[in-house]
């Protein structure tokens, strides 16, 4: 499993659904949501590990 994680490349489609994931998760940031966008990273992170942009909005958005 850990060989998979490392070798993860992101195919089109994946990369479509992770930018309108941090889309979403940017959208409530900027309505003061940070629940809800806590919430759409921890999607991110669990559908797509590797991308640090999801473990980076969890962080921001528990210290907002």
Known sequence: DFQK??????????A?????L??????FENLSEFGKALNVYRE???K????YRGWLGI??????
Do not use: F, G, W
């Open 5 to 14: 994680t490392v070798n993860h490349s992101v195919s089109p489609n994946d």
């Open 16 to 20: 479509e659904d992770i930018e309108q």
């Open 22 to 27: 941090i889309k979403r998760a940017k959208t």
């Open 44 to 46: 991110l992170t669990s």
């Open 48 to 51: 797509y590990p590797m991308d």
């Open 59 to 64: 962080i921001i958005s528990k210290k907002l």
